[in-house]
Structure formats: structure tokens, C-alpha cells
């Protein structure tokens, strides 16, 4: 299906939507800005909300993986959140929350940097384990990215292959990098693409947290800026990486989702285009126009502002947007269903985003 053929492609957005649209938006900002900011939009009713997204990317933490890097002699949570381990609270939240499912997947805090391979295969089956018996006890509620110990990629090969195929697997969570080194472009790490392809299991991204992640301690000031500035480079580095690489095209059908609205990426698209054919005394040579490869990956929502939500859409098409709610505790966005909502996309348009999208790729 290409770009075009969706109610609100490129052009006819632009041309229909953001020429209404921006009025619209300015009145949004208006509004919010007296009451509460856009990304704490909310049904006027709470009370007759109903579980519809499906949220692509959704945090947790497993008492047993938690305490098995207690074990190892890591810290244990300062403040635990229930919500990261409770299931049957959580399934409460998402209901009251109009959330139907959620593909669970570690945070940035994921393991991967620090642990030995050998410990990083004892708490990627810990945590497969978990999500295996959670999807067994909420079978509609609860899918899962498997996790992998990407330090050793035979490793992680391995483990990818004891749990694919398994009830309620449905993606691969990995991290963007590991202390800027570029793992995922590597020969080793190919295999995993490929067997990715083949079962079908889209990539779903989040970088590690820690200064040793990213690019410069400029970022790890009083407050450290890594989360707000750190998180969007890399989703912005390993989306060009793909393409500048050729793994896109190495790999036709591979799946990919960036979070955090695609971080960075979306706002360079011009700027990157442009270096591509026309900067530099060697201009790129790829298989497909640079355009083409924007809609190779799905993004989530998670920008918090509606206009930059509707140049998005505008951009890749409103099938290439998926939910993704983030981490309870920080209360990203509470109402994911009312913070599309307020854009007034077509039904058709706020449907894809809001479970259609997420259904295809997750083959539910």
C-alpha cells in the first residue's frame, strides 16, 4: 500500500489539514494552556471510557527480575511502582484508561550494558518467562517484545529462539546502542535480523539510559538532559543508520518502531534528505528515493504536542502511527484514546493509530 493512498497522505493533509488544522491548533494551544497541557488531554466522562488502544510502548518490571539483579548486586528500586510488576493493577489502569492491551517491554534500564552474557541470559529468561505466564493470565490484555542479552549475539540468537513462537510473543525490545557503539550494525548482529524477518516480529526500540549511552556529559548536567535531548539523537542516528547502511534494504520485510515520536527524526527529514543527494563530495547511493525509507518505520505518538503529532501524520501517513504511553510513574499520558482524539482526524485515521496499526504489526 503506498503513501498516498490513505485518507490523510502527505499532501492532502498539509493541503486540507493543516490549513484548517493550524487554526485549529493554535486554538488547542490557547485552550490548553489555560487549563492543562495537550498530552493531559481527557475524556469529559472518565467514567465511560472503554479499553480500545493497543500500546506499543509500555514498560514493566517483573518481581523476579528485579530481584534476580539484587542478586547479582545491583541496587533495588528506590521507589517501586506497582504498576510495573502488578498485573491485575494494571489491568484496572487500562480500563479506566481506555487501553484494550500492552506490549510489554523493559525500560532504559534494561541490563544489557552491564551485565555479563551470562547474566544477561538468566534475566532475559527470567523476564520472556514472565511475559510468557502474563499473556497466559490476561490472553487479550498482555503481549510482549522479547528480551534479549544483545551483549553476545549468539546469545541473544539463542534466546530469540527459545521463546519465538511462544504464547503471547509478538515483537523484539532492543536497545539503540550500547556506550555509542553501534551493535546493531554490525556482521554478528545480522542473523537476529533476519530471524526477526522471517517470524515477523517488528523491532521495537528504546535507548539505555546512562551518560555512557550518549554522545557527549554536556548531557549529564544538574538536571541531566539525557531522557529529553539524549532519547530523540538516538532514535534520529539509528533511523539514518538503517538506511545509510543498507539494512533496510538487506532486510525488505523487517518491522521497525521508534518511540518517543521518532525522537528527532521526523523534524530532520528535509535536512537529512537534502545531505543525502546534495551535500558532501560523495552523494549517497541508495536502492530507493529517501523518502521511501521514512515509511519503513512506524513511530509512536509519544511527542506530547497535537501539531507535531499532525506533521507526522502529515509526513509518513496515518498507518505508520502507533500508541505508546510510556512509563506509569512518570504519567506520560494518561488518556492516550483523548490525546489522538483531540487532533479530529476521519474515524478511519484515529482507528489505525489508535489499534489498527499496532493489530498488522503484531499479527493480532
Known amino acids: 500500500m503506498n503513501r498516498d493512498s490513505h485518507a490523510l497522505n502527505r499532501r492532502g493533509f498539509l493541503k486540507v489539514g493543516l490549513g484548517a488544522g493550524a487554526a485549529m491548533g493554535v486554538?488547542?494551544?490557547?485552550?490548553?494552556?489555560?487549563?492543562?497541557?495537550?498530552?493531559?488531554?481527557?475524556?469529559?466522562?472518565?467514567?465511560?471510557?472503554?479499553?480500545?488502544?493497543?500500546d506499543m510502548h509500555t514498560h514493566w518490571a517483573p518481581q523476579r527480575y528485579t530481584q534476580a539483579q539484587v542478586d547479582m548486586?545491583?541496587?533495588?528500586?528506590?521507589?517501586?511502582?506497582?504498576?510495573?510488576?502488578?498485573?491485575?493493577?494494571?489491568?484496572?489502569?487500562?480500563n479506566e484508561h481506555g487501553v484494550q492491551m500492552h506490549v510489554l517491554t523493559?525500560?532504559?534500564?534494561?541490563?544489557?550494558?552491564?551485565?555479563?552474557?551470562?547474566?544477561?541470559?538468566?534475566?532475559?529468561?527470567?523476564?520472556?518467562?514472565?511475559?510468557v505466564e502474563?499473556?497466559?493470565?490476561?490472553?487479550?490484555?498482555?503481549?510482549?517484545?522479547?528480551?534479549?542479552p544483545v551483549k553476545d549475539p549468539a546469545m541473544a540468537l539463542k534466546e530469540l529462539n527459545r521463546v519465538a513462537g511462544k504464547p503471547g510473543m509478538r515483537a523484539v525490545h532492543l536497545p539503540n546502542s550500547m556506550e555509542q557503539r553501534d551493535y546493531l550494525f554490525e556482521p554478528a548482529f545480522e542473523p537476529i535480523f533476519a530471524r526477526c524477518q522471517d517470524l515477523g516480529y517488528p523491532l521495537l526500540f528504546h535507548p539505555l539510559d546512562g551518560e555512557a549511552n550518549f554522545y557527549s556529559k554536556r548531557l549529564a548536567t544538574t538536571p541531566s538532559v539525557t531522557n529529553w535531548l539524549g532519547f530523540t539523537f538516538e532514535h534520529a542516528t539509528t533511523a539514518i543508520k538503517f538506511i545509510t547502511t543498507?539494512?533496510?534494504?538487506?532486510?525488505?520485510?523487517?518491522e521497525i518502531v521508534l518511540p518517543h515520536g521518532g525522537g528527532a527524526f521526523p523534524f530532520i527529514f528535509a535536512r537529512v534528505e537534502h545531505g543525502f543527494y546534495h551535500m558532501g563530495s560523495a552523494q549517497l547511493k541508495t536502492a530507493r528515493p529517501f523518502h521511501e525509507y521514512l515509511r519503513r518505520f512506524h513511530y509512536d505518538y509519544l511527542n506530547y504536542d497535537p501539531d507535531a503529532l499532525r506533521f507526522l501524520i502529515g509526513e509518513v501517513g496515518s498507518d505508520r502511527v502507533v500508541i505508546g504511553t510510556d512509563l506509569f510513574a512518570a504519567r506520560d499520558v494518561e488518556y492516550p484514546n483523548s490525546f489522538v482524539e483531540q487532533l479530529k482526524l476521519p474515524a478511519a485515521d484515529t482507528d489505525r493509530i489508535l489499534r489498527g496499526n499496532a493489530k498488522r504489526l503484531l499479527h493480532l
Open 27 to 54: 486554538g488547542l494551544r490557547a485552550a490548553f494552556a489555560q487549563e492543562r497541557p495537550a498530552w493531559d488531554a481527557r475524556p469529559a466522562n472518565p467514567a465511560s471510557v472503554k479499553p480500545v488502544s493497543i
Open 73 to 94: 548486586g545491583r541496587p533495588a528500586p528506590a521507589n517501586p511502582f506497582p504498576l510495573d510488576f502488578d498485573l491485575d493493577q494494571r489491568v484496572k489502569w487500562m
Open 106 to 131: 523493559l525500560s532504559g534500564g534494561m541490563p544489557w550494558q552491564w551485565a555479563t552474557p551470562e547474566q544477561g541470559v538468566r534475566l532475559a529468561q527470567i523476564v520472556n518467562d514472565a511475559a
Open 134 to 148: 502474563a499473556h497466559a493470565k490476561y490472553p487479550d490484555r498482555f503481549v510482549a517484545g522479547i528480551a534479549m
Open 246 to 254: 543498507g539494512t533496510l534494504d538487506k532486510f525488505p520485510r523487517l
